[in-house]
């Protein structure tokens, strides 16, 4: 089992910036390739940026991409979002998701993520 629990959410003015966090345990982190996804009020939830297990490799949607930045510090167990230049079409609850694999490539589809944190809700005023 993995653990994942996401942080830094919250209400921010459009143009602003957010950290989210999502810290994790039970497993070995480096093991897993992990991503965010978000769900806004009646829609579906979307795939928003992905990192491999070393870092070395990212992925992210086109309507965040140039915006947002995904990174991650495996000795620290954390995955991070850093979202700039905010859009109120981000506001969303906020999920962070992990997939067992070390084989460098990332994925958009939420099926191929095993674990799944709580959420954190982000609100972005216009």
């Known amino acids: 089992q993995v653990q994942l629990v996401e942080s830094g959410g919250g209400l921010v003015q459009a143009g602003g910036s957010l950290r989210l966090s999502c810290a994790a345990s039970g497993r070995t982190f480096s093991n897993y390739a992990m991503a965010w996804f978000r769900q806004a009020p009646g829609k579906e939830r979307e795939f928003v940026a992905a990192?491999?297990?070393?870092?070395?490799?990212?992925y992210y949607a086109d309507s965040v991409k140039g915006r947002f930045t995904i990174s991650r510090d495996n000795a620290k167990n954390t995955v991070y979002l850093q979202m700039n230049r905010l859009k109120p079409e981000d506001t969303a609850v906020y999920y962070c998701?992990?997939?067992?694999?070390?084989?460098?490539?990332?994925?958009?589809?939420?099926?191929?993520?095993?674990?799944w944190g709580q959420g954190t809700q982000v609100t972005v005023s216009s």
């Open positions: 990192i491999s297990w070393s870092g070395g490799s990212t």
């Open positions: 998701a992990a997939a067992y694999g070390r084989s460098g490539l990332v994925s958009s589809n939420e099926i191929e993520y095993r674990y």
